[in-house]
């Protein structure tokens, strides 16, 4: 079993930085895809950033959240910087395609989630 044990959330001013990982483990082989959601009270779940052998991020977030992993750890991180009220949400991390040592492959991976909450 793959777990995803996250951390870094919390309360941050606006226009303040927070820096979220997430450290998958379990007997792992490789993850293509690492990412992270996020879901704001009252409103669906989101893509903010996803890292394979290239980054994606959602327009919302472009130029102030950066994404990026450590192979050698399994784990992944969002830098987020210039925090604006709006991206107070609970932030889900996210691996895909999951090969264990053996090769059996699961398709997704969700963490528990972390609270990140963008407020004076």
């Known amino acids: 079993q793959v777990q995803l044990v996250e951390s870094g959330g ?4 606006p226009g ?13 082989f490789s993850i293509y895809a690492m990412g992270w959601y996020r ?3 009252g409103k ?3 893509l903010v950033a996803v890292i394979t052998g290239k980054t994606n991020y959602a327009d919302s977030v472009k ?5 990026s992993r450590d192979n050698a750890k399994n784990t992944v991180y969002l830098q987020m910087n210039s925090l604006k009220p709006e991206d107070t949400a609970v932030y889900y ?17 969700w963490g528990q989630g972390t609270l990140v909450t963008v407020s004076s």
């Open 16 to 28: 303040g930085s927070l820096r979220l990982s997430c450290a998958a483990s379990g007997t792992i």
């Open 10 to 13: 919390g309360l941050v001013q």
């Open 44 to 46: 669906q779940r989101e």
């Open 93 to 109: 991390c996210y691996v895909g395609d999951v090969q264990y040592v053996g090769g059996r492959r699961i398709p997704e991976v």
């Open 63 to 67: 130029g102030r959240f950066t994404i």
């Open 39 to 41: 879901q704001a009270p």
